[in-house]
């Protein structure tokens, strides 16, 4: 990653998913027989060859009994008394999020760097990886763990600084008027 740049919030997953299936008792063959895997899946998953989809850690969560959005992102507490997470609804919850703030799917799309047709398969019930939701909530500016199931707060709390890492008000202004100026370059450009 980008020096100075938070870590995506899946990073963390394969460490997650360890601790989880280890607390509960479970071999990695035990647990992909329980959500019903491949024999490799757990093991890809662990050792971080493998980013699953929203679909996939939600049958994990449950085989393991932990939060969905504890063990995809991180967020939230490992155990939780709320009935097992889907992702059914995560496409009505992206177009939601993605008209609140204004954005075309070919907009965010370049903002999250994918393509315009993938955000529109998602909102139209497709599966995503935990990276894609990542990117996607990131972009908006919302939960991962709300956009894919639905859990937690919509709006994410500000993480905090290390050693002030904040931008001043006065170089934030500059910095996003040269941002805009150059896309305004651009659009001209192309129109």
């Not at 899946?10 to 607390?23: F, M």
């Not at 932990?66 to 992206?94: I, K, N, Q, Y």
């Not at 529109?120 to 497709?126: D, R, T, V, Y």
């Not at 908006?140 to 199931?149: E, G, I, K």
Request: charged share 25%; proline share 5%.
């Amino acid at each position: 990653m980008v020096r100075g740049s938070p870590n995506p919030r899946h990073l963390g997953l394969p460490a997650r998913l360890r601790k989880a299936r280890k607390l509960s008792g479970l071999s990695r063959k035990g647990m992909v027989q329980k959500v019903g895997a491949g024999e490799t899946a757990a093991r890809d998953i662990e050792t971080g060859q493998r980013i699953p989809t929203v679909g996939m850690i939600a049958r994990l969560a449950s085989a393991l009994s932990v939060s969905a959005g504890w063990l995809a992102f991180g967020l939230g507490e490992m155990h939780t008394d709320s009935p097992a997470a889907t992702c059914e609804e995560m496409g009505a919850r992206l177009q939601t999020a993605r008209i609140a703030r204004e954005h075309t799917k070919a907009s965010l799309a370049r903002l999250a760097e994918l393509t315009a047709p993938s955000i529109a398969q998602i909102e139209n019930g497709g599966q995503a990886g935990v990276d894609t939701i990542d990117r996607l909530a990131r972009s908006l500016r919302v939960s991962p763990a709300w956009l894919a199931y639905g859990l937690g707060d919509r709006e994410l709390p500000p993480r905090r600084h290390s050693r002030g890492a904040s931008i001043p008000a006065v170089e934030a202004e500059t910095v996003g008027f040269t941002l805009s100026s150059s896309l305004d370059r651009r659009r001209g450009a192309s129109a």
